[in-house]
Structure formats: structure tokens, C-alpha cells
């Protein structure tokens, strides 16, 4: 069985590891989380855990999922063996198990008890329109049917018991809501916050069952979900908090602007607003958050739950594909495929599906085997060492890509590119330089 429970037993094994950086100093729920959480990933620090949080007694953490090894840490297994296992997930999901009573319902606030202030939500860029929700997954239902989704999207606090939400055209939680206000009904939604790790990965893929349930199977056991308190909406049972509420119908209200995951700030969007109906927590929980722009943001929205599809496009039209990455610092445009080149055309042909793979991807290198796809200073020596621009560098203009990427149109039309870098044919003679690794602490 698993060792990670919950957050918490995450947090400890990450601890374990070397990966949880405790913030002893008492911090600002205006800006400064967000510029520590920013400061954190770039050092390559542990995940920043805020034990003071100004105004509040509650705890904070952020950062948890920025790096692919606290992901492999997450989904135990190593960062090479990330992608396989979340396509036999995807593959084979494991049903959840309900139980009667829940940590996350260790506390129940209704009513007008109701104060989203008392919830540490920060404000996390300097231009941020206000406190965002972003470490949040929704639990969404049919409103006449079974189907359970999990999804990330955006939620700004804009009163004691009022969210916006912005909801993606391509979501299955827009297809819930609209057939909710095609009847003239709310929507109930609970948001999660504070989860086993696999909960927020399994929120950032497309499948057309139940989420959760491909979290169990990352997991290897089937999820423990609680009902509701105001909904038949089955929730994590050991969820730090869970906020219950209805998306009214036929209302729009400006929400944003918020750091996106292309670096830029977004534009302020007319959203569907939420009521909040009950906020359930555990005892002293401790609330997740996802600093807008960050690697966590591309890593649950653009880079992990993509990989297996490019995995699986770039593996039909080569079994020379050893391995894909949609590296964080390219904002999920950049794929990276490994291959094991047998036809010098090959690279180019693996690039472009890649680029079909997902509408996102707009630049994709193709590396040999002795390159570390995870290493941008390995990747930019292949791209110096092996790449003729004559040659090498092909581009496909007038393509569909994200609306959001600032090198496209407004309806996402734009240039793509395919770069290879792999060795060609007169230099396979060549020899890499590789020494042996060492343990430096026998020498220092």
C-alpha cells in the first residue's frame, strides 16, 4: 500500500527528501507568498511551506508539483516512468469507495457563517485583480446524470460568499454548466483544496470518465470520497478543505486580470459567478495554493497530463521514441521527444507529431539518446553542437494553436516550428564526452 494519504503524508515525504522548505518568518497574504513561491522555484528549493501567515493561524503551502521529481515523488516512480504510468492509469482507473464520515468534515461552516476571508487565499502577482483560488480542484456532477469530473479553473473571491469563475470552452464542466442554465438551475460544484497529489495530476487531464478514479489507479488503491454536505457530489475524504457552491445561472461578472501560464497577464474575462453554500475543513488544515505563472501552473495545466498523448502520437509514427517532455519554461509550447534515429528524415516526422498532438505545442526538438530531456543546458548544447539552421529547422505556417500564446493571433493562428538536433549521418563518428559520476561528499 501507498504511503501518501493525503497532503500531509505527502509533505513528510517530501521532507524526507530533501523538498519541503519550511518559512519560518511570518509572511503576506498580499504579494509576498507569491513572490517567496516564485523565489522557491527558481533556487530549486524544497516546496515552501508558510508556517505564519499574517492575519491568519492557518498554514499555507505552495510549489508542490513545480519540479518533475516532487511529480515522480508524487506519483512514486522515477521521472522516465512518469508517462507510462499515467497512460496505464488512464488506461485502467480504479473506482473510488465512499465512507460515512470524512477529516474534511471535521469542521462544517453554513449559512451566513459563511466568510471566505478566514481561508488564507492570497493574492499572489502584484497585478492580480484580487485573491485567487488557484490551488483548487472541482468536483463537478451532471446535473441530470452520474458523471463526476475533476478540473482546474481560475476562482476569484469577490465577496464574504461570492466566487467568480472562469470556465474553459473545451472543459466537461462547461457542458455541465451549460445544460444546468439551459434549465434556468445552478450548478453545485465542491472545490477541493489541499489533496493526495494524484488528485490535482488527475485534475489536469481529459478524460471523459471520472477523474478521481485515474488518480486511484496512479495511486494503486481506490480514492476514500465523502458526500457532500449540500450535494450529492462525492469528495476526497482527507481533503484539507472543501468548498461547497452553486454557479449561478445567467450572470456575468468581470474577473481578472491573473498571472497566466504564459508569464502575461490575462485580460479581465465576464464569468459566471458562484455562491458559496458551506466551507468543510480538518482540523488546523493547511491550504494549498498554485502561484499563477508558475512551473506548478504548467506543469498540472500544459506539461503532465499532455505528455502521454505527444508520447503516444510520436511513438506510432516512430518506435525509436524513447521518451517526451513538454519542458515547464517553454509554458507547455515547448515538446522535447528523445529519439533513437533510424532514417534521417525521422526527427522531422516525430516533430510534426508532436505538433499535432496537442493544439498548444507550437516548437518541438528532437534529441538524441544521450541528451537529458530534462536538462535545458544539455537541450541547448544539442541545439548548438548538432543543429544546421539550413537544414535542420523547418517551420509550418498558418497553424491553429493557443489563443493565449502572444505569438499568435486572437483566434490562435500562428507559425510553428520543428528543430533537429540530433546527430546527422557524416558525424555519427563522433564521441560525447561523459565522466563517471562521483559522490562528492567521499571527496569534500
Given at each position: 500500500?501507498?504511503?501518501?494519504?493525503?497532503?500531509?503524508?505527502?509533505?513528510d515525504?517530501l521532507?524526507?527528501?530533501?523538498?519541503?522548505?519550511?518559512?519560518?518568518?511570518?509572511?503576506?497574504?498580499d504579494?509576498?507568498?507569491?513572490n517567496?513561491?516564485?523565489?522557491?522555484?527558481?533556487?530549486?528549493?524544497?516546496?515552501?511551506?508558510?508556517?505564519?501567515?499574517?492575519?491568519?493561524?492557518?498554514?499555507?503551502?505552495?510549489?508542490?508539483?513545480?519540479?518533475?521529481?516532487?511529480?515522480a515523488?508524487?506519483?512514486?516512480?522515477?521521472?522516465?516512468?512518469?508517462?507510462?504510468k499515467?497512460?496505464?492509469?488512464?488506461?485502467?482507473?480504479?473506482?473510488?469507495?465512499?465512507?460515512e464520515s470524512?477529516?474534511?468534515?471535521?469542521?462544517?461552516i453554513?449559512?451566513d457563517?459563511?466568510?471566505?476571508?478566514?481561508?488564507?487565499?492570497?493574492?499572489?502577482?502584484?497585478?492580480?485583480?484580487?485573491?485567487?483560488?488557484?490551488?483548487?480542484?472541482?468536483?463537478?456532477?451532471?446535473?441530470?446524470?452520474?458523471?463526476?469530473?475533476?478540473?482546474?479553473?481560475?476562482?476569484?473571491?469577490?465577496?464574504?460568499?461570492?466566487?467568480s469563475?472562469?470556465?474553459?470552452?473545451?472543459?466537461?464542466?462547461?457542458d455541465?454548466?451549460?445544460a444546468?442554465?439551459?434549465?434556468?438551475?445552478?450548478?453545485?460544484?465542491?472545490?477541493?483544496?489541499?489533496?493526495d497529489?494524484?488528485i490535482?495530476?488527475?485534475?489536469g487531464?481529459?478524460?471523459?470518465?471520472?477523474?478521481?478514479?485515474?488518480?486511484?489507479?496512479?495511486?494503486?488503491?481506490?480514492?476514500?470520497?465523502?458526500k457532500?454536505?449540500?450535494?450529492?457530489?462525492?469528495?476526497?475524504a482527507?481533503?484539507?478543505?472543501?468548498?461547497?457552491?452553486?454557479?449561478?445561472?445567467d450572470?456575468?461578472?468581470?474577473?481578472?486580470?491573473?498571472g497566466?501560464?504564459t508569464?502575461?497577464?490575462?485580460?479581465?474575462?465576464?464569468?459566471?459567478?458562484?455562491?458559496?453554500?458551506?466551507?468543510?475543513h480538518?482540523?488546523?488544515?493547511?491550504?494549498q495554493?498554485i502561484a499563477g505563472?508558475?512551473f506548478?501552473?504548467?506543469?498540472?495545466?500544459?506539461?503532465?497530463?499532455?505528455?502521454?498523448?505527444?508520447?503516444k502520437?510520436?511513438?506510432?509514427?516512430?518506435?525509436?521514441?524513447?521518451?517526451?517532455?513538454?519542458?515547464?519554461?517553454g509554458?507547455?509550447f515547448?515538446?522535447?521527444?528523445?529519439?533513437?534515429?533510424?532514417?534521417?528524415?525521422?526527427?522531422?516526422?516525430?516533430?510534426?507529431?508532436?505538433?499535432?498532438?496537442?493544439?498548444?505545442?507550437k516548437n518541438?526538438?528532437?534529441?538524441?539518446?544521450?541528451?537529458?530531456?530534462y536538462n535545458?543546458?544539455d537541450i541547448?548544447?544539442a541545439?548548438?553542437?548538432?543543429?544546421?539552421?539550413?537544414?535542420?529547422?523547418?517551420?509550418?505556417?498558418?497553424?491553429q494553436?493557443?489563443?493565449?500564446?502572444?505569438?499568435?493571433?486572437?483566434r490562435?493562428?500562428?507559425?510553428?516550428?520543428?528543430?533537429?538536433?540530433?546527430l546527422?549521418?557524416?558525424?555519427?563518428?563522433?564521441?560525447?564526452?561523459v565522466?563517471?559520476?562521483?559522490?562528492?561528499?567521499?571527496?569534500?
Amino acid at each position: 500500500m501507498s504511503r501518501i494519504k493525503d497532503l500531509r503524508t505527502f509533505m513528510d515525504l517530501l521532507e524526507e527528501n530533501g523538498q519541503l522548505a519550511r518559512i519560518k518568518k511570518e509572511v503576506s497574504l498580499d504579494h509576498e507568498i507569491g513572490n517567496v513561491i516564485r523565489a522557491c522555484e527558481n533556487a530549486g528549493t524544497g516546496a515552501p511551506y508558510f508556517e505564519k501567515v499574517a492575519g491568519t493561524e492557518r498554514t499555507l503551502i505552495g510549489g508542490i508539483l513545480s519540479s518533475m521529481d516532487r511529480i515522480a515523488l508524487a506519483m512514486e516512480c522515477s521521472k522516465e516512468q512518469i508517462i507510462e504510468k499515467l497512460m496505464a492509469a488512464l488506461e485502467c482507473p480504479v473506482g473510488t469507495v465512499k465512507v460515512e464520515s470524512a477529516p474534511c468534515q471535521e469542521n462544517i461552516i453554513e449559512g451566513d457563517d459563511v466568510d471566505l476571508s478566514k481561508v488564507p487565499i492570497p493574492i499572489h502577482a502584484p497585478k492580480d485583480g484580487g485573491p485567487f483560488i488557484t490551488g483548487g480542484v472541482i468536483v463537478s456532477k451532471e446535473l441530470d446524470g452520474t458523471r463526476h469530473n475533476l478540473s482546474f479553473q481560475r476562482m476569484q473571491v469577490k465577496g464574504k460568499n461570492k466566487l467568480s469563475i472562469m470556465i474553459n470552452e473545451w472543459r466537461h464542466l462547461k457542458d455541465f454548466y451549460d445544460a444546468a442554465e439551459a434549465q434556468g438551475k445552478p450548478l453545485p460544484v465542491s472545490i477541493v483544496i489541499g489533496a493526495d497529489p494524484v488528485i490535482y495530476i488527475g485534475a489536469g487531464l481529459r478524460h471523459d470518465g471520472d477523474e478521481m478514479e485515474v488518480a486511484g489507479a496512479i495511486r494503486g488503491e481506490p480514492v476514500a470520497v465523502v458526500k457532500s454536505v449540500n450535494s450529492d457530489i462525492y469528495v476526497p475524504a482527507t481533503a484539507e478543505y472543501v468548498i461547497e457552491a452553486e454557479i449561478i445561472p445567467d450572470i456575468r461578472e468581470e474577473e481578472g486580470p491573473l498571472g497566466e501560464f504564459t508569464g502575461h497577464y490575462s485580460d479581465p474575462w465576464p464569468s459566471p459567478v458562484m455562491t458559496v453554500k458551506a466551507i468543510t475543513h480538518r482540523n488546523n488544515p493547511i491550504y494549498q495554493t498554485i502561484a499563477g505563472a508558475s512551473f506548478e501552473h504548467i506543469n498540472l495545466g500544459g506539461v503532465v497530463p499532455r505528455e502521454p498523448l505527444v508520447m503516444k502520437n510520436c511513438r506510432y509514427v516512430s518506435k525509436g521514441v524513447k521518451d517526451v517532455h513538454l519542458a515547464p519554461y517553454g509554458s507547455g509550447f515547448l515538446a522535447i521527444v528523445k529519439l533513437k534515429k533510424s532514417n534521417p528524415g525521422e526527427p522531422k516526422n516525430v516533430a510534426m507529431a508532436a505538433m499535432i498532438s496537442y493544439v498548444n505545442i507550437k516548437n518541438v526538438i528532437v534529441v538524441d539518446e544521450d541528451v537529458d530531456i530534462y536538462n535545458p543546458a544539455d537541450i541547448l548544447w544539442a541545439f548548438s553542437n548538432r543543429v544546421v539552421p539550413a537544414k535542420d529547422i523547418f517551420y509550418v505556417p498558418n497553424s491553429q494553436g493557443h489563443e493565449l500564446d502572444p505569438t499568435s493571433d486572437n483566434r490562435g493562428v500562428q507559425t510553428k516550428m520543428g528543430i533537429d538536433a540530433t546527430l546527422d549521418e557524416e558525424s555519427k563518428g563522433l564521441e560525447r564526452v561523459v565522466y563517471d559520476p562521483v559522490n562528492l561528499a567521499d571527496y569534500l
